[in-house]
């Protein structure tokens, strides 16, 4: 291995021997110093007073700037401050806390590839399989969510791991290097992974009441893992946020603080609010373009997710990436490892006491992920839904249509 550091042959300053100080400038100096620290400690005075002042009306709440990493990046909350007969400065007070520390909390959580000290989270237990082990309650909750509903797709993580690499691509080439769809060898390890994921008797989380869990692997699965180097087995992928949205929006609920909404980038909604209106954009994508047909209006506390299996906005760069002739790859990784991509636009909604975001997704996760566009849509099985209270909306040839 060559030598670590690299040699620069960049000129290096003289070294100052004396300096001859001019002082009928040192006063003036001194004054205009003074003059420049007065105004950064009134702007910094001024920058704590908005931070701790709020005007009433909707008012988008940020997370707080000395929290520690979090999924503040990826999720919007947005509150009618002042409307409670509350001050618009003492609500938000209260208001930021609960929402910066739940951004923190699901973060640590859900994190798949992040051991924190504090939190037994996916890649702790990743790391410690055959042992028992007692999780936060939301993340039991989670486990036992995704037991009811026979979900696996928390077992492709190492799968997922490859396509992660590909949003995060900067140039086809590289993101060639990565997809599964470009690469036979690639394409082969995702199978494996997807063959290991689905069968129970390889991987799976036992639970054994009072939060307390047991991932067991089979003697086959790590040995391949050891072959391969995989380390993280657990990864929510796609099903994260839609967690993160209704246990968010139950802290907020907890608190008393429901005169808001939560969404997240890649299309997750809880409503709180009661007592205004809104609208909701029904996009749809002709395989060509993408495009909002019409809008749907609603009032009162609503859960509402939007699944689609190509790129729409611009905050779908980080779940997506699009190669220069159009060839696209998404997050929805399907049962055999493979991206789902297509051009199904599919939005799912019930009122909150009804059926939780984490509901609707899981429920329609297979109806979803095995259509390539609106028209392949098993609308029988999504009509089915409407007795959990789970409503779609989709478009067909640019008519909007509706579960009943």
């Given at each position: 291995?060559?030598n670590?550091?690299?040699?620069t042959d960049?000129?290096?300053?003289?070294?100052?021997?004396?300096?001859?100080v001019?002082?009928?400038h040192?006063?003036?100096?001194?004054?205009?110093?003074?003059?420049?620290?007065?105004?950064?400690v009134?702007?910094?005075?001024?920058?704590?007073?908005?931070?701790?002042?709020?005007?009433?009306?909707?008012?988008?709440?940020?997370?707080?700037s000395?929290?520690?990493?979090?999924?503040?990046?990826?999720?919007?909350?947005?509150?009618?401050l002042?409307?409670?007969g509350?001050s618009s400065?003492?609500?938000?007070k209260?208001?930021?806390?609960v929402?910066?520390?739940?951004?923190?909390?699901?973060?640590?959580?859900?994190?798949?590839?992040?051991?924190?000290?504090?939190?037994?989270n996916?890649?702790y237990?990743?790391?410690?399989?055959?042992?028992?082990?007692?999780v936060?309650?939301?993340?039991y909750y989670?486990?036992?969510?995704l037991?009811?509903?026979?979900?696996r797709?928390?077992?492709?993580?190492?799968?997922?791991?490859?396509?992660?690499?590909?949003?995060?691509?900067?140039?086809?080439?590289e993101?060639?290097?990565?997809d599964?769809?470009?690469?036979?060898?690639?394409l082969?390890?995702?199978?494996?992974v997807?063959?290991?994921?689905?069968?129970?008797?390889?991987?799976?989380?036992?639970l054994?009441?009072?939060?307390?869990i047991?991932?067991?692997?089979?003697d086959?699965?790590?040995?391949?893992?050891?072959?391969n180097?995989?380390?993280?087995?657990?990864?929510?992928g796609?099903?994260?946020?839609a967690?993160?949205?209704?246990?968010?929006?139950?802290?907020?609920k907890e608190a008393?603080?429901t005169?808001?909404y939560?969404?997240s980038d890649?299309?997750?909604?809880?409503?709180?609010?009661?007592?205004?209106?809104?609208s909701?954009?029904i996009?749809?994508?002709?395989?060509?373009?993408?495009?909002?047909?019409?809008?749907?209006?609603?009032?009162?506390?609503?859960?509402?997710?939007?699944?689609?299996?190509?790129?729409a906005?611009?905050?779908?760069?980080?779940?997506?990436?699009m190669?220069?002739?159009?060839t696209?790859?998404?997050y929805?990784?399907?049962?055999?490892g493979t991206?789902?991509t297509?051009?199904?636009?599919?939005?799912?909604?019930s009122?909150?006491?009804?059926s939780t975001?984490?509901?609707?997704?899981l429920?329609?996760?297979?109806?979803?992920?095995?259509?390539q566009s609106?028209?392949?849509?098993?609308?029988?099985?999504l009509?089915?839904?409407?007795?959990?209270?789970?409503?779609?909306?989709?478009?067909?040839?640019?008519?909007?249509?509706?579960?009943?």
């Amino acid at each position: 291995m060559g030598n670590r550091y690299i040699r620069t042959d960049r000129p290096k300053p003289d070294r100052i021997k004396q300096a001859e100080v001019n002082n009928d400038h040192l006063l003036r100096r001194l004054i205009l110093t003074l003059v420049f620290v007065g105004i950064a400690v009134a702007s910094f005075a001024y920058a704590v007073w908005l931070l701790n002042n709020a005007d009433s009306g909707w008012t988008v709440i940020e997370v707080d700037s000395t929290s520690d990493i979090n999924l503040g990046d990826e999720f919007t909350l947005e509150y009618n401050l002042g409307q409670e007969g509350v001050s618009s400065t003492a609500e938000k007070k209260a208001i930021v806390p609960v929402y910066s520390q739940a951004m923190v909390n699901y973060y640590r959580l859900f994190s798949p590839n992040n051991i924190y000290s504090d939190v037994y989270n996916l890649c702790y237990i990743s790391y410690n399989p055959e042992t028992e082990i007692v999780v936060d309650e939301d993340l039991y909750y989670v486990f036992e969510m995704l037991d009811k509903y026979d979900n696996r797709s928390i077992y492709l993580a190492p799968a997922l791991a490859y396509y992660t690499a590909v949003f995060n691509s900067t140039s086809d080439s590289e993101a060639a290097v990565y997809d599964p769809s470009k690469d036979a060898d690639i394409l082969e390890y995702v199978s494996e992974v997807a063959e290991f994921a689905a069968d129970p008797d390889s991987i799976n989380i036992e639970l054994l009441g009072d939060n307390t869990i047991i991932l067991h692997v089979s003697d086959e699965y790590k040995a391949f893992c050891e072959e391969n180097e995989i380390t993280e087995l657990l990864d929510l992928g796609w099903l994260r946020n839609a967690f993160v949205a209704d246990l968010t929006a139950d802290k907020l609920k907890e608190a008393g603080l429901t005169n808001g909404y939560l969404f997240s980038d890649d299309g997750v909604t809880v409503n709180l609010s009661s007592d205004t209106d809104f609208s909701l954009n029904i996009y749809y994508s002709d395989g060509d373009n993408v495009a909002v047909s019409s809008e749907y209006p609603y009032r009162g506390p609503k859960n509402i997710v939007w699944l689609k299996n190509f790129l729409a906005t611009k905050e779908d760069v980080g779940n997506f990436y699009m190669y220069q002739d159009g060839t696209e790859v998404s997050y929805y990784i399907k049962a055999d490892g493979t991206s789902d991509t297509g051009s199904t636009s599919l939005y799912l909604l019930s009122d909150v006491d009804d059926s939780t975001c984490a509901d609707m997704v899981l429920s329609a996760y297979d109806i979803f992920i095995n259509a390539q566009s609106n028209e392949t849509l098993d609308t029988d099985a999504l009509s089915n839904l409407t007795s959990k209270g789970i409503y779609s909306i989709y478009v067909i040839d640019g008519e909007i249509k509706e579960t009943k």
